[in-house]
Every structure is written in structure tokens, then in C-alpha cells.
């Protein structure tokens, strides 16, 4: 690839799922601005997120919302070098509205437009950071969709471990939050409430602990309905102190035992469901037992952000080149498939 601008400035959009997101980062590190318009209080009263009532949201937000974050970035369209947004994973109308927003951008601005696999925008979170990285990592990405460990070996080099066979970790967190009338979404909610509650108090079933790499997270959910059913009187946070430290004890174990089996020198938290304090507690405690370096963005960036998409713009872009204009949205994309 011929020589690229040294700052190169590339303006990120993200629109997958409820949050309307539009950031700079220059050269994949340095955050210039980043502007994140959650669309919480339009979906909370049905309990989660409406597909086509985000997509509209999406359309009357992206264009206040990149107006914004172009003001505080200080760059006028000349200092873009670049436009990214999320191709997939997500919902296809809200994935579209990002997705022709940018390719429009990029078309007048005549700038290259680079297409981002969500998935990868999440892990490149914590490099944002802590950009010196040390491979290989194991990554724990955990998200209200997602539910994924990975190793990985280089940039853009990923090799999936494990998987959920059902519900995501986030989307537990969300269900077991709505049960407990709790409110949505679910996850910040039990880890507030559970800060007074004992994480002791019910001994909640830890799915498929022992069984390699995969997760399950329906029959935890199913176990905290019966018993609350059967326990009515049962303290609101202790039973969201128990369940929330039933997951992390899953998915702390096998993060683990994947750092020991790939030999890696990090671990990495990713997605919405890092933000978890608990999770974020023992991850630390899990680095320093087993001599791992942490890379734990902080609570913001873990949740959906375009300062992640610029970030892993800047290394696609750097391997891959520009993407075509006529790059459709994939609702289904998965990691390392581009
Ligand atoms: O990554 P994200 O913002 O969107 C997706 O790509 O899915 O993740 C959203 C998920 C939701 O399920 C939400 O309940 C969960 O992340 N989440 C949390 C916390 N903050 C967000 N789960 C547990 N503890 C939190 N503090
Ligand atoms: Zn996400």
C-alpha cells in the first residue's frame, strides 16, 4: 500500500444494535472525540430493543450525532482521512442507516470507506488503551448478542476457542433482570443491586464449568426463576449477587484455562458485559494469580462506541486496504470472516 497520512484521521460510525455512535481516532489510538447517543429510554418500556423503532432513531440521530463529534475533534472534512462503520454484526436496519451514512461521506469527502466487523471493534476497545499489545491474548468477549472466547495470535488473527450453545452472557444478565423487575437493561441493574447482596447466599448452578470451552446460560437463568418462584421472600440482591457471581465464576474459569492451554501472555475483556464491576474485579485477580497482563477498557468503551469501529478501521484498513462502496450489511458476520 502506497504511504498513508501520518496523523491519518478516521471518522467511525457504529449503529448495530441501540446506541448511535460516531467518533475520530487518529492513527487507531489517539481518541479525539467520540459521541455516544444511547436510544435506552425509547426501547426500556418493552423490555428490550425494538428493531424498527431503532433503526428510525438511528436515522434522526446520526446526523447530530457526527456533527458532534466532527466539532469536538477539532478537524474540519479535510483532516478525515477515512470513513468506517459496523457492516455487521447487528440488526440490518440499524446496521444499514451507519452503513450508507458512511459510504455517502466517504464518496464526497473522497475518502476511502473501510467496512468493520463489530465483533472486532470490541476487542480493538482495549487496545485503544493499551495499545502495546502482548500476544498472543485470550479474549473474553461478552455482550448482550455475544459470547465468545478467542485466542488471539496477530492482528486480524483470531482463532475461536468457545462459544455459547444458547443465550449470550448479556442477554442472561438481561432476562434475569427482567424476571427480578429490575428494569432494562439488565445488566448495569444487577450490578448495582448486587453490590449490597452476598454473592454467597444461593448456590446457583455454574453450566458446563468442567466442559471445555463453550458456555450455557439458559439453565442458570431457569434455576434463578425457580427459585425465586419457590422462594418469594428470597432478598432481591442476594439472588442477583448470587447469579451475577455464578456467571463470572464460568466465565473467569475458562478464560483462564484457555491463557494456561494457549500460552498467552494477556487477557482481554471485551463487550458490553465487561463493564461488569465483579467481572472486571476477578479478571484483575485472575491476571495477577497467573502472571497475565490485563487489558480491561474502561466501563464506557466496553459498552457500543465508534471509537472502537475507528480504532479497528485503522488496522483493517492497514492490512485490507479501502472496502468497496457496494459492501451490503451482514447481520450474521462473524469474527475473522472480514
Ligand atoms: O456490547 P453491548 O453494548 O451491545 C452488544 O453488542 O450487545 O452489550 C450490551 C449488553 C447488555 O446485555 C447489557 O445488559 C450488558 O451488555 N451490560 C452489562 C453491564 N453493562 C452492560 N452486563 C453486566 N454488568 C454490567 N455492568
Ligand atoms: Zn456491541
Not at 458512511?102 to 495499545?131: G, Q
Request: proline residues 6%; charged residues 15%.
Amino acid at each position: 500500500m502506497s504511504a498513508i497520512r501520518d496523523p491519518f484521521s478516521i471518522l467511525g460510525i457504529e449503529t448495530s444494535c441501540d446506541e448511535t455512535a460516531a467518533a475520530v481516532v487518529a492513527n487507531g489510538v489517539a481518541v479525539l472525540s467520540s459521541v455516544v447517543s444511547s436510544q435506552i429510554d425509547l426501547h426500556a418500556r418493552f423490555g428490550g430493543v425494538v428493531p424498527e423503532i431503532a433503526s428510525r432513531a438511528h436515522l434522526e440521530l446520526l446526523t447530530p450525532v457526527v456533527a458532534e463529534a466532527m466539532v469536538e475533534s477539532g478537524l474540519d472534512r479535510q483532516g478525515i482521512d477515512a470513513v468506517a462503520a459496523t457492516v455487521g454484526p447487528g440488526l440490518a436496519g440499524s446496521l444499514l442507516v451507519g452503513l450508507s451514512a458512511a459510504k455517502a461521506l466517504a464518496y464526497v469527502w473522497r475518502v476511502p470507506f473501510i467496512a468493520v466487523n463489530h465483533l472486532e471493534a470490541h476487542l480493538y476497545a482495549a487496545f485503544l488503551e493499551e495499545p502495546d499489545l502482548d500476544l498472543p491474548v485470550v479474549v473474553l468477549l461478552v455482550s448482550g448478542g455475544h459470547t465468545l472466547l478467542v485466542a488471539m495470535h496477530a492482528h486480524g488473527e483470531y482463532q475461536l476457542l468457545g462459544t455459547t450453545v444458547d443465550d449470550a452472557a448479556g442477554e442472561a444478565f438481561d432476562k434475569v433482570a427482567r424476571f427480578l423487575d429490575l428494569g432494562y437493561p439488565g445488566g448495569p441493574a444487577i450490578d448495582r443491586v448486587a453490590t449490597t447482596g452476598n454473592p454467597e447466599a444461593i448456590p446457583f448452578p455454574r453450566p458446563m464449568l468442567t466442559e471445555g470451552y463453550d458456555f450455557s446460560f439458559s439453565g442458570l437463568k431457569t434455576a434463578v426463576i425457580n427459585y425465586v418462584r419457590a422462594h418469594p421472600d428470597a432478598a432481591v440482591d442476594d439472588v442477583a449477587a448470587s447469579f451475577q457471581q455464578a456467571v463470572v465464576d464460568v466465565l473467569i474459569s475458562k478464560a483462564r484455562l484457555a491463557a494456561t492451554d494457549v500460552g498467552a501472555k494477556g487477557l482481554c475483556l471485551a463487550g458490553g458485559v465487561a463493564a461488569n464491576s465483579r467481572l472486571r474485579e476477578q479478571a484483575l485477580d485472575a491476571c495477577m494469580a497467573d502472571g497475565l497482563r490485563p487489558f480491561v477498557p474502561s466501563p464506557s468503551s466496553c459498552t457500543d462506541n465508534a471509537a472502537m469501529v475507528a480504532a479497528a478501521a485503522w488496522w483493517r484498513f492497514r492490512a485490507d486496504g479501502p472496502s468497496p462502496l457496494d459492501t451490503g450489511a451482514d447481520p450474521n458476520l462473524r469474527l475473522g470472516a472480514g
